[in-house]
């Protein structure tokens, strides 16, 4: 199958959409991925790119990947999201029928976590090749600009809507990362459009580990880690996290670990400061290839979600990964996440921003033996097989492109 992925987001941003892409690649099949320049979580453009201009390179030293200029989405505040926004979208419909000109493809799909407006030139792509567009959503618009507090005007928010239903009009499938997304989007297209297709990770493909420092070695070996990862940002609640370490200084074994960066990265290390929170570390962001270190010396693996409807209705990408990872999971959040975390056996779970309970859960996750930590890291792993699988689905992703 000759595919086009159009995301705002790509290696060497860390996506599962590149492991979908690797894989892909792998089962035979031809990709190419539309995208703009890498900036995610820090805002600034990752060295060796520049925001201006276009550029193409090659990733696996297979895939052409053609890139458009964007506005870097800076420090996250409500300007510059928006300027990031629409420059991709604006670019997008500027430069990518021309970068793609004479190229053909059986599908377009679109990987679409915030924004949904990535979507925009994916239609009119759509048009010119006359190939059939499939738009994989991640984040419910608008929802999802009202709960993190990006927009808060009743009217902006109904135009997005708006918005919304005529680029799900414009598609001709939908596929959805939760059960709980099909009525949501039920909301804004037709449901028979809607097809429920999860997030996964690849654990097969063989990558070159890079060494983590020795320092975060040190603590991770030393305390009882209870580690996060990923985007530091407004819906990971952070306030929750932070309340939980102050609550958790009288232990002097547990340590919270929050690996990543984000627009509250800073905001984290004012705290820490102004609370004296040795128990709270903040080591930055990571490679992907330093991952499976961290998981593997971690004591338990941490997930985090406001307390929003929307955020029920989510399952974060990171919950694959934890369960492949074979770490018992402790899961701040309610909803769907929850629900996959307690149906896999595979940790605790407590509501979303409630400390006492998340304090409650870490507690209780050091008391447990090594045995019974183990068990739950082993029942994981064998859910994430069965239900997650990359191999198997991708083989469903392309019969579902191909209807």
């Known amino acids: ?37 890498p900036n995610y979580p820090d805002g600034r453009v990752y060295p060796g790119y520049r925001a201006w201009g276009c550029q193409h390179e090659r990733y696996l030293g297979t895939v052409d990947v ?76 608008p929802e999802s600009l009202a709960a993190t507090g990006f927009v808060k005007n009743r009217y902006l928010l109904r135009m997005t809507g708006w918005l919304v239903r005529g680029i799900y009009a414009c598609s001709d499938q939908l596929l959805v990362q939760s059960h709980a997304f099909i009525e949501s989007v039920a909301t804004y297209a037709a449901r028979r459009k809607i097809v429920y297709y999860p ?22 070996e030393k305390h009882f880690c209870v580690v996060f990862t990923g985007n530091l940002g407004t819906a990971q609640a952070l306030d929750t996290l932070v ?20 627009s509250r990265l800073d905001w984290l290390r004012e705290q820490k400061q102004i609370h004296q929170l040795s128990n709270l570390v903040l080591p930055g962001r990571f490679p992907v290839e330093s991952m499976s270190e961290i998981f593997t010396r971690s004591s338990a693996l941490l997930v985090s979600l406001n307390d929003e409807d929307i955020f029920a209705q989510t399952i974060p990408s990171k919950i694959q990964a934890y369960l492949a990872a074979g770490k018992p999971i402790i899961a701040c959040l309610n909803g769907e996440g929850a629900r996959v975390v307690q149906e896999a056996g595979a940790g605790l779970s407590c509501p979303a921003e409630q400390v006492p309970a998340l304090v409650t859960a870490i507690r209780r996750m050091q008391s447990l033996s090594e045995l019974e930590r183990a068990t739950m890291g082993r029942s994981g792993r064998e859910y994430f097989e069965q239900n997650f699988e990359m191999t198997r689905q991708i083989r469903r992703l392309v019969e579902l492109l191909q209807k």
């Not at 992925?5 to 599962?16: K, T, V, W």
């Not at 976590?113 to 059939?132: E, V």
């Not at 990770?201 to 060494?211: A, G, N």
């Open 1 to 37: 199958m000759k595919l086009l992925i159009l995301s705002q987001y790509f290696n060497p941003e860390n996506f599962i959409i590149n492991d979908i892409v690797r894989t892909l690649l792998a089962q035979g099949h031809e990709v190419v991925v539309a995208t703009g320049k």
């Open 66 to 141: 053609l890139r458009v200029p964007l506005w870097p989405r800076g420090k996250g505040d409500a300007k510059n999201m928006l300027l990031n926004y629409l420059s991709f979208a604006g670019a997008g419909l500027l430069f990518f029928p021309w970068l793609l000109r004479g190229r053909e493809f059986d599908a377009i799909l679109v990987y679409a976590p915030s924004p949904i407006t990535q979507a925009i030139p994916a239609i009119l792509l759509k048009w010119l090749k006359k190939a059939r567009l499939s738009v994989w959503v991640q984040d419910l618009w």
């Open 199 to 220: 997030n996964s990770v690849d654990v097969q493909s063989p990558q070159e580990s890079k060494p983590i420092p020795g320092e975060l070695v040190s603590v991770l």
């Open 243 to 262: 309340q939980a370490a102050r609550q958790l200084r009288d232990n002097d074994d547990i340590r919270l670990v929050l690996v990543g960066s984000g």
